[in-house]
């Protein structure tokens, strides 16, 4: 199957000021769009042209590093819109309960998020996660993703890459974690959280 750019979930001047129109624009329309096209183009008429997404990363894993870079990046763009909303959204019970837990409070998970993401050295992502039942903030690098790590399930994710925040706020990548951290959908954080298996692109 090809695989299409999914629309943003919100206008895309939902973000501002966190996130200008601007950047939205660049980030979704030309990185996200490349991202999808260089996947449809390294699969069409192969055996991975009728796998899903996420079978199509954890089958390039370490075989075709092209591919997965490519592939991992359409997912994790995809997951990214969907972790920020246009409005406030509240988590759900089950969630806050293991906020509490696990960080003392959303303000302070927000703040560990923002501290990693600041501390995170070149581009990747900073994930907010399930594993083995507890939560846990997990870094990847570069292009890698959480799509297809088992162990793992995702709830939200900020993009550490320049291109997510330049245009708004140059080099200071802590400002704009600072401001995204505004943005979270705790709602979609919720609905992985209770769904209990990994988010998967849309077909």
């Known amino acids: 199957m090809a695989f299409d750019l999914i629309d943003l979930p919100y206008p895309d001047t939902a973000l501002e000021p966190a996130v200008s129109a601007k950047t939205l624009s660049f980030h979704h329309g030309k990185h996200h769009k490349a991202y999808i096209d260089k996947t449809n183009a390294a699969i069409e008429g192969t055996d991975h042209a009728d796998k899903t997404l996420e079978e199509v990363i954890a089958a390039a894993r370490g075989s075709n590093q092209g ?15 969907h972790s920020m909303a246009e409005k406030e959204t509240s988590a759900s019970d089950e969630l806050k309960s293991m906020i509490d837990s696990a960080f003392g409070s959303v303000d302070d998970l927000k703040a560990k998020l923002a501290e990693r993401g600041a501390g995170h050295f070149a581009s990747g992502w900073v994930w907010l996660a399930v594993k083995d039942g507890k939560l846990t903030i997990k870094e990847t690098h570069d292009g890698d993703t959480l799509a297809d790590q088992g162990e793992f399930n995702p709830l939200l994710v900020i993009d550490l890459w320049e291109h997510a925040y330049y245009l708004d706020h140059q080099n200071a990548r802590p400002a704009y974690l600072d401001a995204v951290n505004g943005k979270l959908n705790w709602a979609f954080a919720s609905e992985n959280l209770a769904r209990g298996s990994t988010w998967a692109y849309p077909a």
């Open 67 to 81: 591919l997965f870079n490519n592939a991992a990046q359409s997912w994790n763009h995809g997951f990214y819109w």
